[in-house]
Nanobody, 117 residues
Framework: VQLVESGGGLVQPGGSLRLSCAAS????????MRWYRQAPGKERELVAT????????NYADSMKGRFTISRDNAKNTVYLQMNSLKPEDTAVYYC???????????WGQGTQVTVSS
């Protein structure tokens, strides 16, 4: 299993970024996917979840209306569109999935998002 994030970078407040997570090594379309983030000195927090088909999504309250999670099962990729970014969105963003059969968790290496003027 491999999860590889991309799309992070430096953006000004109010700007937008789209993160991508390319998955391999498992049947992507069978797995729900999540984005997490971890800011310096803080615990990792859940950002958004998407079901295996993409039909159901959930967001942390602070991201609702600004972030959109989506997936393309044909491309084995999950996305996080982030709009109206704030300095407090600065964090390393991680892609995650879980194999509930084996109980194993899988994480990407993370991509840095910095929101600053």
């Amino acid at each position: 299993v491999q999860l590889v994030e991309s799309g992070g970078g430096l953006v000004q407040p109010g700007g937008s970024l789209r993160l991508s997570c390319a998955a391999s090594g498992f049947t992507f379309s069978n797995y729900a996917m999540r984005w997490y983030r971890q800011a310096p000195g803080k615990e990792r927090e859940l950002v958004a979840t998407i079901s295996s088909t993409g039909g159901n999504t959930n967001y942390a309250d602070s991201m609702k209306g600004r972030f959109t999670i989506s997936r393309d099962n044909a491309k084995n990729t999950v996305y996080l569109q982030m709009n109206s970014l704030k300095p407090e969105d600065t964090a390393v963003y991680y892609c995650y999935t879980r194999n509930y059969g084996s109980g194993r968790d899988y994480w990407g290496q993370g991509t840095q998002v910095t929101v600053s003027s």
